[in-house]
């Protein structure tokens, strides 16, 4: 547990050079504990939160803030304009992966929030899902074997990590990068040896990240906090229902 500490306190110093950043934030246990590993850095942090009107982040992120007690931020997401700005994200990172859209289309609004606060840093908790088994699909993995996990492992952090460059051309409009601490080549090589029984315990498994989760407690993260179950940026901040409605519309 200390060395995957001391490992993502590493990442973090070596990938986080402004001292003033904001941290894209929605509650769950990656981003809050990422939060609370750069304040206790000594960071100047802000958090970010984005969504629509009565969204789960915008509603969780408050809620495990009041614990935190660190500055937030919430941009909600205006329903009159979506469409517009969905289709421009898709002109500028030209795919139709609807996975790579969603979070481009929310890291859009992350960076215009920041640009607003004067912000041209913002910190993400990416790698985490891919590393320590978050994704529902490991469970279909892991009933087949330790190796299948291996291989999905290592195609999710190939798409995270070509996707966080679409992300990073969409925040440029802004003047704002996205860095991603826990995407970097040597956490990767660090997690990998953490054994999988650590991050998964079976097909059953549906909290998973068992080992981050752990962390997050010793790190005082709020336990409402450490021990949500994944919902994603795209379900949280209901863009992906809003860009699906958009779609059909257009």
């Not at 050079?17 to 206790?40: E, I, P, Q, R, Y």
């Not at 041209?120 to 910190?123: A, E, K, P």
């Not at 901040?237 to 519309?249: A, D, F, G």
């Given at each position: 547990?200390?060395?995957?500490?001391?490992?993502?306190?590493?990442?973090?110093?070596?990938?986080?050079?402004?001292?003033?950043?904001?941290?894209?934030?929605?509650?769950?246990?990656?981003?809050?504990?990422?939060?609370?590993?750069?304040?206790?850095?000594?960071?100047?942090?802000?958090l970010l939160t984005i969504g629509f009107h009565d969204s789960h982040d915008i509603?969780?992120?408050?809620?495990?803030n009041e614990f935190l007690k660190f500055k937030h931020n919430i941009l909600e997401i205006e329903p009159e304009s979506f469409?517009?700005?969905?289709?421009?994200?898709?002109?500028?990172?030209?795919?139709?992966?609807?996975?790579?859209?969603?979070?481009?289309?929310?890291?859009?609004?992350?960076?215009?929030?920041?640009k607003n606060l004067g912000i041209?840093?913002?910190?993400t908790a990416n790698g985490i899902d891919e590393l320590f088994c978050g994704y529902n699909s490991y469970r279909e993995a892991i009933s087949i074997s330790e190796n299948e996990v291996?291989?999905?492992?290592?195609?999710?952090?190939?798409?995270?990590?070509?996707?966080?460059?679409a992300v990073n051309n969409v925040s440029s409009e802004f003047g704002v990068t996205i860095v991603q601490p826990l995407l970097t080549d040597s956490f990767i090589d660090f997690a990998k040896t953490i054994p999988i029984s650590k991050k998964i315990h079976g097909a059953d498994d549906l909290l998973r990240k068992h080992v981050i989760r752990e962390l997050a407690i010793e790190c005082n993260v709020p336990k409402i906090s450490a021990y949500k179950q994944k919902k994603a940026l795209q379900y949280g901040?209901?863009?992906?229902?809003?860009?699906?409605?958009?779609?059909?519309?257009s």
């Open positions: 547990m200390n060395q995957l500490l001391d490992e993502i306190q590493r990442s973090i110093k070596t990938s986080v050079l402004d001292n003033s950043v904001g941290v894209a934030f929605s509650g769950g246990v990656d981003s809050t504990l990422v939060a609370k590993l750069l304040h206790d850095a000594g960071y100047d942090i802000q509603n969780f992120a408050k809620e495990v469409q517009e700005t969905s289709e421009k994200i898709h002109d500028i990172i030209k795919t139709d992966n609807l996975s790579w859209n969603e979070n481009s289309i929310a890291f859009y609004y992350v960076s215009k929030l920041a041209s840093t913002v910190i291996q291989k999905m492992m290592d195609l999710k952090l190939k798409n995270e990590k070509e996707m966080m460059i901040t209901q863009i992906h229902k809003s860009l699906l409605k958009s779609r059909k519309t």
